[in-house]
């Protein structure tokens, strides 16, 4: 019997996926991420449980084909972190630590990493919502907005590991405050949960008109999804705001790279369709040269297991690649 595994690092957890050749998740766990010693003790404790799965299931550590990881962090086209702030790395190649924690793995076998939303990316375009599309860019909409791009069925990194990074584009012109990274008018500030309850607050503090989101002392961005599908006014006003900026960015990779499908993911994105037609409606608004046509705009499907997936299909790619 043969496995690959896809490992997703987070700040808190670390989750595995024990995986078929063909990318058919056998089994999946997780674990605490151990940051102490400087995060030194993480690749060694991942180590730990894959050994522990190989001798649950009789595998021999010659069995493994591969192993993909998932990083919190830009990681360059030679697998190299310059900083990790989340697992406290500096100056680190976690593939070659990978490598050194597990000294008996095939040679032929590969340890391939990469930035957890290019990973989570590549897992919705081999199995989840741009499954089936030559092109994608996965757009998530959490706490912030992060995004990655899949092209010809490889992660587009960039010369710094910043490709894919929507939520640093500037197309709110109607800002208020400044964005994490310093600049003004970031998607990011206004287009993720956090920017989603700043804007909602703004504009009930702004606005006397009766809404139902004055009954919570604290708003969330699910609350203000909920309550504009309900169809209050000031709740959907605020979210069609939010969401404006975003279509506008979508609207920009397309004249520059084009992709046939945009997946959007993340917490905010369990609003569904309704969300994404506020999405869509900004998007083609600003298609002129395609007559308001452009990519498709759908709904991730793999939840939480994206990074695992698409850690799976990291490391079978390398393999397929010679790696």
């Known amino acids: 019997m043969t496995v690959v595994f896809g490992v997703d690092i987070g700040g808190t957890q670390t989750k595995l996926g024990a995986f078929s050749p063909d990318g058919t998740l056998l089994q999946k766990w997780s674990i605490p991420t151990d940051l102490s010693d400087n995060g030194t003790r993480i690749l060694p404790h991942v180590a730990d449980e894959i050994r522990r799965y190989l001798l649950e299931n ?3 550590l010659q069995g493994v084909l591969g192993i993909g990881l998932g990083i919190p962090g830009p990681v360059d086209d030679h ?3 310059r900083t990790c702030v989340n697992l406290h790395w500096t100056d680190f190649r976690p593939a070659l630590e990978m490598r050194r924690c597990l000294p008996d793995l095939p040679v032929s076998s590969p340890i391939a990493a990469g930035n957890d939303a290019n990973v989570a990316a590549l897992g919705e375009y081999a199995r989840g919502g741009g499954a089936g599309s030559d092109s994608m860019m996965m757009v998530t909409l959490g706490t912030g907005v992060g995004g990655g791009v899949i092209l010809g069925g490889k992660i587009l990194g960039g010369a710094h590991g910043l490709a894919g990074e929507i939520g640093h584009i500037a197309t709110n012109a109607h800002a208020a405050r400044d964005c994490e990274c310093g600049n003004r008018g970031c998607i990011n500030e206004c287009s993720s949960a956090t920017g989603i309850v700043a804007y909602t607050g703004d504009l009930l503090r702004e606005n006397p008109a009766p ?3 004055r009954a919570y002392p604290a708003l969330t961005a699910e609350i203000v999804c909920n309550c ?3 169809g ?3 709740a959907l006003s605020a979210l069609r705001t939010c969401m404006e900026p975003l279509g506008i960015g979508l609207a920009h990779f397309s004249h520059a790279i084009d992709p046939q499908v ?3 993911g993340g917490g905010v994105s369990h ?3 309704f969300l994404v037609a506020l999405i869509r409606k900004a998007y ?5 040269l395609t007559g308001g046509r452009g990519a498709e705009i759908r709904l991730a499907t793999l939840g939480n297991d994206a990074g695992i997936i698409g850690a799976c299909m990291l490391a079978l790619t390398e393999r397929g690649a010679g790696a």
């Open 232 to 234: 209050d006014e000031l």
């Open 262 to 264: 945009y997946v959007i």
């Open 271 to 273: 609003a569904g369709e």
């Open 79 to 81: 697998g190299y972190v």
């Open 284 to 288: 083609e608004a600003h298609m002129h």
């Open 211 to 213: 809404s139902a989101l």
């Open 228 to 230: 504009a599908k309900e």
């Open 58 to 60: 009789g595998i021999p």
